[in-house]
């Protein structure tokens, strides 16, 4: 499938506009294996989860560039408007399972992005909170759109910048208790292993339910 565009959403995530197969359906929180079509790359298959809706005319990736990592998303982004992307069948990735707590670190918001933006779609965002965690604010990916869609449901906090209306420490079970009223509710958790491994044991300690904490498969 052909890029149609590329556009940087921050200093080091690119968002990539692709053609979509005919008749190719997906879930939100879902991902795909993507291969870059090049002799070198083809066969090279890295996982990245859909940022835009089944219902575009197209497909939406967000992907965050390791520039100092000899692999794919070096690669891509070297990629234009007219290069190929190889896309395989949808996959499981996150399923929500109903209204709760988000909490996601760096890039590890991408898995929901278009659940976020189906449920607003959908009318659906209700009580929905947003928590993540960045190093500055610069980092944030989509942070506008987040604003639009859950206003001061979306909570951040940047770990190396200090900075006016944002929280600047680690997410922990002080953190946690002071923005979340109820832990019988979903919890649903993406970023950096060691990041979704704190999450999970933080929670559990704070109440949370072990079915219903939803990670990344």
């Known amino acids: 499938?052909?890029?149609?565009t590329v556009e940087s959403i921050t200093r080091d995530v690119k968002r990539f506009i692709v053609e979509k197969p005919t008749d190719y359906k997906f879930s939100a929180g879902q991902a795909t294996d993507v291969s870059i079509n090049t002799p070198a790359?083809?066969?090279e298959k890295r996982p990245f989860t859909f940022t835009g809706l089944?219902?575009?005319e197209h497909l939406e990736f967000t992907i965050k560039i390791y520039p100092s990592h000899d692999g794919i998303t070096k690669e891509l982004e070297k990629l234009k408007q007219g290069d190929e992307l190889i896309i395989r069948d949808a996959w499981g990735a996150i399923e929500y399972k109903g209204?709760?707590?988000f909490i996601a670190g760096g890039a590890?918001?991408?898995p929901f992005i278009a659940i976020l933006k189906q449920l607003y779609k959908?009318?659906?965002?209700a009580n929905n909170k947003l928590i993540f965690t960045n190093k500055t604010e610069n980092d944030i990916i989509l942070k506008n759109e987040f604003n639009k869609m859950l206003g001061e449901n979306f909570i951040n906090t940047l770990t190396h910048e200090k900075k006016d209306g944002y929280d600047n420490r680690r997410i922990d079970n002080i953190f946690l208790?002071?923005?979340i009223a109820d832990f019988s509710q979903h919890?649903?958790?993406c970023g950096p292993p060691s990041f979704v491994e704190a999450m999970s044991d933080t929670l559990g300690n704070l109440g949370a339910k072990s079915d219903a904490v939803v990670f990344e498969k």
């Not at 499938?1 to 149609?4: A, C, D, Q, R, S």
Request: hydrophobic share 35%; net charge negative; charged share 35%.
């Open 1 to 4: 499938m052909k890029i149609i």
């Open 177 to 179: 208790e002071e923005k």
């Open 99 to 101: 209204e709760g707590v």
């Open 41 to 43: 790359f083809k066969n």
């Open 54 to 56: 089944n219902d575009n």
């Open 108 to 110: 590890g918001v991408t």
């Open 122 to 125: 959908d009318n659906k965002i």
């Open 187 to 189: 919890f649903y958790v």
